[in-house]
């Protein structure tokens, strides 16, 4: 398909901007994360880490390793979603990430996760794959992850 056709995807798109703080991490629980293991929802995550403050890791499935992203001053990281995954058969995989704050002190981050419009269907198939809209999907994303 033609890049022109993404543009329904685009038109009127539903971005969420989180501000985190993880507080010191104190636990000895080998178990307790900042945040879990999980992959984002929707298209794209752009996120802003606090410089010098690691804590980032993400899944290589290659070694099934854990991978720690440096927290790098005027650096975003980008992370694929599973709405892309979905979309592309797999083609584009979503990162599988966790946060443990490692290092002393707060640590604050500022994810953007761009959803894309809720209306949009599949734009990288003529058929629209299974006609599940970004709002279907993350709504159905959300209820299997808090019973909302
Ligand atoms: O704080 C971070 O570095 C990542 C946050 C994250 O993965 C998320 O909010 O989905
Ligand atoms: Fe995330």
Not at 25 to 31: I, M
Request: charged share 25%; aromatic share 8%.
């Amino acid at each position: 398909r033609r890049i022109e056709d993404l543009s329904a995807l685009t038109a009127d798109p539903v971005t969420k901007l989180k501000l985190l703080h993880y507080p010191p991490h104190t636990s000895k629980d080998v178990r307790q994360f900042g945040a879990g293991a999980h992959r984002d929802f929707g298209l794209l995550t752009i996120l802003l880490q606090q410089p010098g403050k690691d804590g980032l890791q993400v899944f290589h499935p290659p070694t099934k390793e854990w991978l720690s992203v440096p927290a790098v001053e005027d650096v975003f990281v980008v992370n694929i979603g599973d709405l892309i995954k979905k979309w592309t058969d797999g083609q584009f995989a979503s990162t599988l990430h966790r946060v443990i704050n490692a290092v002393d002190g707060d640590r604050y981050s500022v994810p953007c996760f761009y959803e894309g419009d809720p209306t949009a269907t599949n734009p990288f198939r003529e058929d629209e794959g299974d006609g599940e809209t970004v709002e279907m999907h993350i709504r159905r994303k959300l209820d299997m992850s808090y019973g909302m």
